[in-house]
């Protein structure tokens, strides 16, 4: 990332990291460290509630720290959400051309439109785009 590169987009499996110990946890924490805007789209708090309870349906959380997480995530969280609704048609339109559900278009979308990247933990997404024109747009959250 250059030196002009002033902000992140963030999905999901990065902010679950900064409040689950788990591996990787270390890494997203360290973006926190950084000097840079965090981004995403309003669709990470529907995303990390679904983590959350995920991990409470399966006993790695208590409902109540569960709950805890999602009040401190929503109240103190360091990400500047950009609505959906900016983003859907370009989120489609990466969909359609790489067969990426629009879920992750969207976080993809953020990225082109700000001229920054997508830091993401998911390495499925990370090798399905490898060699697209969208790979310069992605980092993985343990990579270089």
């Known amino acids: 990332m250059s030196e002009a590169t002033a902000s992140l ?20 924490l360290a973006l926190l460290e950084a ?5 995403a789209p ?10 959350l309870w ?3 349906r399966q ?8 709950t805890w ?9 360091p990400v500047v959400l950009w609505p959906s609704s ?7 339109a990466v969909a359609l051309a790489f067969d990426r559900p629009v879920y992750d ?3 993809l979308a953020l990225a082109l439109t700000v001229g920054s990247q997508l830091v993401t933990a998911d390495r499925r997404l990370v090798r399905a785009l490898q060699g697209t024109r969208l790979e310069p747009s992605l980092r993985l959250l343990d990579g270089p």
């Open 9 to 28: 987009v963030v999905d999901a499996s990065v902010v679950a990291k900064w409040y689950v110990p788990e591996s990787g946890s270390a890494a997203a």
């Open 35 to 39: 000097d840079l805007t965090l981004l």
């Open 42 to 51: 309003d669709l990470l708090l529907a995303e990390v509630g679904n983590i």
């Open 54 to 56: 995920k991990k409470a």
């Open 59 to 66: 006993g790695e959380l208590t409902d109540a720290h569960a």
């Open 69 to 77: 997480i999602a009040r401190a995530f929503r109240t103190e969280a």
């Open 86 to 92: 900016a983003l859907i048609e370009t989120a489609l």
């Open 105 to 107: 278009g969207l976080y």
